[in-house]
């Protein structure tokens, strides 16, 4: 059974940091996309920064390059999304997703995404 456990949410003033994790199971890590997504009340859903498991490339959403770094750690079958300069519109439910393959790991689009965790809030106050 796939599980994408997502961890390290919380509220921070406007230019802090957090950082994310997403620690998966029930599945062949390798070869896979690990993404992350967020969602605000009453917009849609943001894909936010993506990475292949297998050669750890990455790709990240406008609005965070530069700020947001994703990294993984292959021996614990984790993600990880380092957030910094967090800014009040970063606010939202994150949520960390999985799926086989590369083909769409740079689309950021979570149609594309077959497993999902149940998502971290984090909170940003100016």
């Known amino acids: 059974q796939v599980q994408l456990v997502e961890s390290g949410g919380g509220s921070v003033q406007a230019g802090g940091s957090l950082r994310l994790s997403c620690a998966a199971s029930g599945y062949t890590y390798s070869r896979n996309c690990m993404g992350w997504f967020r969602q605000a009340p009453g917009k849609e859903r943001e894909g936010v920064a993506a990475i292949f498991t297998d050669d750890g490339s990455t790709w990240y959403a406008d609005s965070v390059k530069g700020r947001f770094t994703i990294s993984q750690d292959n021996a614990k079958n984790t993600v990880y999304l380092q957030m910094n300069s967090l800014k009040p519109e970063d606010t939202g439910m994150y949520y960390c997703?999985?799926?086989?393959?590369?083909?769409?790991?740079?689309?950021?689009?979570?149609?594309?995404?077959?497993?999902w965790g149940q998502g971290t809030q984090v909170t940003v106050s100016s």
């Open positions: 997703a999985a799926n086989p393959g590369r083909r769409y790991c740079s689309r950021l689009e979570g149609a594309f995404f077959g497993y």
